[in-house]
């Protein structure tokens, strides 16, 4: 019912909704569309009331819910499902504990993340409206050996979304995503399976959106950026989530129904920021330095060490050194 009002007051944008058009649209009484309207405000709707001509949208809230973002969604199943907190500790943790019950291309988004979890047991700093803190649900039907290029299929359909914002970006293989030698985006895929079936993956999207220097700290604004900070300007998050999800449902499902990776391939490769650059791979903690040569259809990357020996990384952690320090 609420969110039935606020549809209609979205479509007469321009103009006044009157209560008793309201009533009989919905067949319910003044006091019941009187809270409701009460509820959208609380939620941070601006909705003016004036007597005798009725309710006005004036603006709505920055935030990622269903209701503000489905607009833009050209998606068949990708976000159809938004489920949306102010707060959680970390979507991935929500997105697993729903994941059983939940359909293929849900979206678990928060606000804020209190335990934001990065890839090897890092922390990921995700300050309240300021980003995207996202979990998609994905229920394919492939083996378990082939999840690893969702990953790859996530920062292409970011990168992509980004150049759809009008902002250039690269990708730092396997899972993050650059400006200015500074992170902006990372992704962490975390998957049940079992030997030869995947039951769920759940990709995780975090992008530093309108995060400001202080939210980061000194130690991580040294190494991490956000889109704000690089482009001097707010950027809208609804435009950006829907983006994303309109191009990774499509690259996906190439993948997935027809095992074509053609495209987020050369995507990764074209945007890379690792490629014909020396870099160090980390294994054990210990540091090699290396050149980065290729991006195989598999998504591994090509690697060959400074004595000449050859080696394609499945997964691992890899650097390249930016204005302060490596990345
Ligand atoms: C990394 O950079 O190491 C990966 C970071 C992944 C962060 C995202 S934010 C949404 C989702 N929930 C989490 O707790 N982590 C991922």
């Given at each position: 019912?609420k969110?039935?009002i606020?549809?209609?007051l979205?479509?007469?944008?321009d103009?006044y909704?009157s209560?008793?058009?309201?009533?009989?649209?919905?067949?319910?009484?003044?006091?019941?569309?009187?809270?409701c309207?009460?509820?959208?405000?609380?939620?941070?709707?601006?909705i003016e009331?004036v007597?005798k001509h009725?309710y006005?949208?004036?603006s709505c809230?920055d935030?990622?819910?269903?209701?503000?973002?489905?607009?833009?969604?050209?998606?068949?199943?990708?976000?159809?499902?938004?489920?949306h907190f102010d707060t959680?500790?970390?979507t991935?943790?929500?997105a697993?504990?729903?994941?059983v019950?939940?359909?293929?291309?849900t979206?678990v988004?928060?606000?804020?993340?209190?335990i934001g979890?990065?890839?090897?047991g890092?922390?990921?700093?995700?300050p309240?409206?300021?980003g995207i803190w996202?979990?998609?649900?994905l229920?394919?039907?492939i083996?378990p050996?082939?999840v690893?290029l969702?990953?790859?299929?996530?920062?292409?359909?970011?990168n992509k979304?980004?150049?759809?914002m009008?902002?250039e970006?690269f990708?730092?293989?396997?899972?993050d995503?650059i400006i200015?030698n500074?992170?902006v985006?990372?992704i962490l895929?975390e998957m049940?399976?079992?030997?030869?079936?995947?039951?769920?993956?759940?990709?995780g999207?975090g992008i530093n959106?309108?995060v400001?220097k202080?939210?980061?700290?000194?130690?991580?604004g040294?190494v991490?950026?956000?889109?704000?900070?690089?482009?001097?300007?707010?950027?809208?998050?609804?435009k950006?989530?829907?983006y994303?999800l309109?191009?990774?449902?499509?690259l996906?499902?190439?993948?997935?129904?027809?095992?074509?990776?053609?495209?987020?391939?050369?995507?990764?490769?074209?945007?890379?920021?690792?490629?014909?650059?020396?870099i160090q791979?980390i294994?054990?903690?210990?540091?090699?330095?290396a050149?980065?040569?290729?991006?195989?259809?598999?998504?591994?990357l090509v690697?060959?060490?400074e004595h000449g020996?050859?080696e394609?990384?499945?997964?691992g952690?890899?650097?390249?050194?930016?204005?302060e320090?490596y990345?």
């Amino acid at each position: 019912m609420k969110n039935d009002i606020l549809r209609l007051l979205k479509e007469n944008k321009d103009g006044y909704v009157s209560g008793g058009n309201i009533c009989e649209s919905f067949g319910v009484s003044r006091t019941a569309i009187w809270k409701c309207i009460n509820q959208l405000k609380e939620e941070g709707y601006e909705i003016e009331s004036v007597p005798k001509h009725g309710y006005k949208l004036l603006s709505c809230p920055d935030v990622l819910t269903h209701e503000e973002v489905y607009r833009e969604l050209e998606t068949d199943k990708i976000g159809r499902n938004i489920v949306h907190f102010d707060t959680v500790d970390s979507t991935n943790e929500k997105a697993k504990n729903l994941a059983v019950a939940a359909e293929h291309g849900t979206v678990v988004i928060s606000e804020e993340q209190t335990i934001g979890k990065g890839r090897l047991g890092r922390s990921f700093v995700s300050p309240k409206n300021k980003g995207i803190w996202m979990s998609i649900i994905l229920k394919p039907d492939i083996e378990p050996m082939k999840v690893s290029l969702i990953t790859q299929i996530g920062a292409a359909a970011v990168n992509k979304a980004l150049i759809n914002m009008g902002i250039e970006s690269f990708i730092k293989w396997p899972n993050d995503i650059i400006i200015n030698n500074k992170k902006v985006c990372g992704i962490l895929t975390e998957m049940s399976c079992e030997l030869t079936m995947v039951n769920f993956v759940v990709l995780g999207i975090g992008i530093n959106v309108n995060v400001d220097k202080e939210d980061f700290g000194e130690e991580i604004g040294n190494v991490a950026t956000s889109l704000k900070l690089e482009t001097k300007k707010k950027i809208d998050r609804k435009k950006l989530l829907a983006y994303i999800l309109n191009n990774f449902e499509k690259l996906y499902n190439d993948y997935v129904d027809r095992d074509d990776i053609v495209k987020p391939i050369s995507i990764c490769k074209e945007r890379s920021i690792l490629l014909g650059k020396e870099i160090q791979v980390i294994k054990k903690g210990q540091a090699y330095k290396a050149k980065a040569l290729d991006i195989e259809e598999n998504g591994s990357l090509v690697v060959q060490y400074e004595h000449g020996e050859i080696e394609e990384l499945i997964s691992g952690e890899v650097s390249i050194r930016g204005k302060e320090g490596y990345v």
